[in-house]
T-cell receptor, first 113, second 115 residues
Framework: AQSVTQLGSHVSVSEGALVLLRCNYS??????LFWYVQYPNQGLQLLLK??????LVKGINGFEAEFKKSETSFHLTKPSAHMSDAAEYFC???????????FGSGTRLLVRP | EAGVAQSPRYKIIEKRQSVAFWCNPI?????LYWYQQILGQGPKLLIQ????????DSQLPKDRFSAERLKGVDSTLKIQPAKLEDSAVYLC?????????????FGPGTRLTVT
């Protein structure tokens, strides 16, 4: 069965520092991959997704993620953190040929002034 | 374009009571999902509709949960009777089509507290 692992339930960075949120998946066939962000008391918003093609995917708000098949990873990065980036981030996989999204347990990003 | 609407936003009930949540998806979206998000966890799919038909309800606790999508638009999720472990945020999402490549758009959720 597909699964998603997000390393670190909480990540704290200083404003202006690099943001790195880790996501690994288990699948014999590369799935579709997604990153969602959830602000307090709001629903999830899609940051970016990988389906096929270029392995470096750019999303909204300056975020990007790189699909690495050999490492079964899809880590999310942003060069310079902003206070408004503080939120919960979820990695999700969508098995090819399936409609389902399987979510990781989330990583809460804290941005220190 | 209006997003996915959900109501109520918050609900507090006692165990063994019943509760219903409503969702209005984005206009034109054929696929509708209900997720349960327990505190500290990622969302878990409860049920998926394609138009007004159920595609997958394998993770829906059918002894107490029910859902319907009349006329292929709005949807209602009901819990009867509620248990303490049902305390969670219930998220509704919709997408244009069925398949992992289609973006799912999420509503703000309904936070249920069962006491």
């Amino acid at each position: 069965a597909q699964s998603v692992t997000q390393l670190g339930s909480h990540v704290s960075v200083s404003e202006g520092a690099l943001v790195l949120l880790r996501c690994n998946y288990s699948s014999s066939v590369p799935p579709y991959l997604f990153w969602y962000v959830q602000y307090p008391n709001q629903g999830l918003q899609l940051l970016l997704k990988y389906t096929t093609g270029a392995t470096l995917v750019k999303g909204i708000n300056g975020f990007e993620a790189e699909f690495k098949k050999s490492e079964t990873s899809f880590h999310l990065t942003k060069p310079s953190a902003h206070m408004s980036d503080a939120a919960e981030y979820f990695c999700a996989v969508g098995p090819v040929g399936s409609y389902k999204l399987i979510f990781g347990s989330g990583t809460r990003l804290l941005v220190r002034p | 374009e209006a997003g996915v609407a959900q109501s109520p936003r918050y609900k507090i009930i006692e165990k063994r009571q019943s509760v219903a949540f409503w969702c209005n998806p984005i206009s034109g979206h054929a696929t509708l999902y209900w997720y349960q998000q327990i505190l500290g966890q990622g969302p878990k799919l409860l049920i998926q509709f394609q138009n007004n038909g159920v595609v997958d309800d394998s993770q829906l606790p059918k002894d107490r949960f029910s859902a319907e999508r009349l006329k292929g638009v709005d949807s209602t999720l009901k819990i009867q009777p509620a248990k303490l472990e049902d305390s969670a945020v219930y998220l509704c999402a919709s997408s244009l089509g069925e398949g992992g490549a289609y973006e799912q758009y999420f509503g703000p959720g309904t936070r249920l507290t069962v006491t």
